[in-house]
């Protein structure tokens, strides 16, 4: 990598006012409170009302990390999004983002990598930044997930919800900001998580619709597997090419599929449950909004000091994952 570095200079998050309990889903599929806590860790998840879409929450996380840097608009000069639910197929939503937040000077783009979107855009957003390419990147990860998933589908129904987190990257202090990043992709595992159809592959069409293949389709035991062992080396790699061990960090920041992932991500890295940030009982499975969601959580809880080591850590649809290594400053 580059002796330039990217670090995080505001984070934000948004999410909808609407809460949907265990016990409102409780009412439209065969569930309760206690199976979804218990298999899940998920006691309520935020939810759009009609009218509202991914962009609007996208930009109060990205007004909310400027604002926290002390920024303007006008300084940005990119703007990442990393969602699977766009306000529409195009433009982009990153362009919708940087209009809305007069970000006049900025080039705007979206990332896909599902419930690791947010990751690679970070990575992207960094690079920029380390290249001098770009000053001043704003990243969001933003989804809707009530938008493309099938209520009546026990095994989705009970684990996504809505919300948005961002960051603002600037070029760090010498030894600070992201170190080191890794990703990878297992492309074989491209039928376990999906949507089928909408895209070029089964086109939008009557038939697609009333067999409900619109909706996000999962194979659970195998998404939970890839899950589990992938954050885990993701998080191995990028230690060990540092000379560090999980004993060096202070926070890893998971993506929020399910409480007993982290729980199983932690055990085998030897992290105590303090140091493995969660925000999952109270927003569910963001996709790309969990990891700044959670990040943001951790920082107003005073989580993170000056000189800490922290990690971030995904999975996602395709199958995509990997990791980041952050000091924080």
Known sequence: ????????????????????????????????????????????????????????????????????????????????????????????????????????????????????????????????????????????????????????????????????????????????????????????????LLMPAGGSLNPPSLETVTTRQHFLKQNGKVVFKFAVSQMVESVQVVLQRNGLTPADVALLVPHQANQRILDAVGERLGLSSERVASVLACYGNTTGATLPLALDAAVRKGKLKRGDLMVFAAVGAGFTAGATLVRWA
């Open 1 to 192: 990598m580059s002796n330039q570095r990217a670090g995080i200079l505001g984070t934000g998050h948004s999410y909808p006012e609407g809460i949907l309990t265990n016990d409102d889903l409780a009412k439209l599929v065969e569930t309760s409170d206690e199976w979804i806590t218990t298999r899940t860790g998920i006691k309520q998840r935020r939810k759009a009302a009609p009218g509202e879409y991914t962009s609007m929450f996208a930009v109060r996380a990205g007004r909310q990390a400027i604002e926290r840097a002390r920024l303007d608009p006008s300084d940005i000069d990119l703007l990442i999004c990393a969602t699977v639910t766009p306000d529409q197929i195009l433009p982009s939503t990153g362009c919708i983002i940087q209009a809305e937040l007069a970000c006049n000077n900025a080039a705007a783009m979206d990332v896909v990598a599902a419930c690791s979107g947010f990751l690679y855009a970070l990575t992207t957003g960094a690079q920029m930044v380390a290249s001098g390419a770009h000053q001043r990147v704003v990243v969001v990860g933003a989804d809707l997930m009530s938008s493309i998933i099938d209520p009546l589908d026990r095994t989705t129904a009970v684990l996504f919800g809505d919300g948005a987190g961002a960051v603002l990257l600037e070029r760090a202090e010498p030894n600070f900001g992201i170190l080191d990043f890794y990703h990878r992709v297992d492309g074989s595992g491209r039928n376990d």
